[in-house]
């Protein structure tokens, strides 16, 4: 079945701070990968996507490339903010289900002043 | 456009009795999907609607059901609660045009005593 497997947290970095949380999947045909984010007491919020390979999702300094000889969809960011602080999970949806998502565990950032 | 809204925002039931929960999409999506997220499992796909039929399940008993109404507003029901029914269910909805888009609603927390 597919899977999902992210960098354990928690994440601290300082502000400024170059940002890089891992993710790797397994599943079979070509799924399409997401990066969603939630913010304390809040629902998730699609953060970007990538739908094939080699394709670079990006949205709000966030960046991620689908490396499909790696099967990896690594999130960086170049420079952190407070405001960044969340939890970030790396997702993937199966090739023709697109609705149904299957989740990593989710990687805690915090950033500090 | 007001985003997915999910009601009640918490519950706490006794274990044994059932419950339902709603959730009413962003106007014009019209596929429902819900997760149930916990600490141990993290997020786990449960099911989504689309016109009003299921069309993807995912692997929870039959306990878990839903169900979902010609002004696309979406209901799930649990019942025989147990203990590890406990967490945060949320509900996310997309466009028929971009179905890996998916827009989360803030969750209902259920507690199970």
């Known amino acids: 079945g597919n899977s999902v497997t992210q960098m354990e947290g928690p994440v601290t970095l300082s502000e400024e701070a170059f940002l890089t949380i891992n993710c790797t999947y397994t599943?079979?045909?070509?799924?399409?990968l997401f990066w969603y984010v939630q913010y304390p007491g809040e629902g998730l919020q699609l953060l970007l996507k990538a739908t094939k390979a080699d394709d670079k999702g990006s949205n709000k300094g966030f960046e991620a490339t689908y490396r499909k000889e790696t099967t990896s969809f690594h999130l960086e960011k170049g420079s952190v903010q407070v405001s960044d602080s969340a939890v970030y999970f790396c997702?993937?949806?199966?090739?023709?289900?697109?609705?149904?998502?299957?989740f990593g565990t989710g990687t805690r950032l915090q950033v500090t002043l | 456009k007001a985003g997915v809204t999910q009601t009640p925002r918490y519950l706490i039931k006794t274990r044994g009795q059932q419950v339902t929960l709603s959730c009413s999409p962003i106007s014009g999506h019209r596929s429902v999907s819900w997760y149930q997220q916990t600490p141990g499992q993290g997020l786990q796909f449960l099911f989504e609607y689309f016109s009003e039929t299921q069309r993807n399940k995912g692997n929870f008993p039959g306990r878990f059901s839903g169900r979902q109404f010609s002004n696309s507003r979406s209901e799930m029901n649990v019942s025989t609660l147990e203990l590890g029914d406990s967490a945060l269910y949320l509900c996310a909805s997309s466009l028929v045009s971009t179905p890996y888009e998916q827009y989360f609603g803030p969750g209902t927390r259920l507690t199970v005593t």
């Open positions: 997702a993937l949806s199966e090739d023709g289900t697109a609705s149904k998502l299957t």
């Open positions: 599943a079979t045909g070509y799924p399409s």
